[in-house]
Nanobody, 119 residues
Framework: QVQLVESGGGLVQAGGSLRLSCAVS????????MGWFRQAPGKEREFVAR????????RYSAFVKGRFTISRDNNKNTVYLQMNSLKAEDTAVYYC????????????WGQGTQVTVSS
């Protein structure tokens, strides 16, 4: 059973930074492509960023490109989301997800971590 556990969320002022972590267990992390998503109150879940398995191509949504960076550490079975220059509109629950077959189908999800940006 693959399990994903996010951490690192919290309350930050606009312009500040946070780093989210997602620890993965129960599978072969290095084989997975990984993604981050978010869901704000009253809105649908939306894609934030993705990092493929080797050769680790990354992709970002337009609204975070240049501010957020996704990375991974296969030795720690962890994927990260470094978030800089945070805005009030970044407030949401952030979820990580695993795509085991690299076919952009995310089969496993974490429980989410709350990020609140005060203006």
């Amino acid at each position: 059973q693959v399990q994903l556990v996010e951490s690192g969320g919290g309350l930050v002022q606009a312009g500040g930074s946070l780093r989210l972590s997602c620890a993965v267990s129960g599978g072969t992390f290095s084989n997975y492509s990984m993604g981050w998503f978010r869901q704000a109150p009253g809105k649908e879940r939306e894609f934030v960023a993705r990092i493929n398995r080797d050769p680790y191509y990354t992709r970002y949504s337009a609204f975070v490109k240049g501010r957020f960076t996704i990375s991974r550490d296969n030795n720690k079975n962890t994927v990260y989301l470094q978030m800089n220059s945070l805005k009030a509109e970044d407030t949401a629950v952030y979820y990580c997800a695993a795509d085991p077959d690299s076919d952009v189908a995310y089969d496993f999800w974490g429980q989410g971590t709350q990020v609140t940006v005060s203006s």
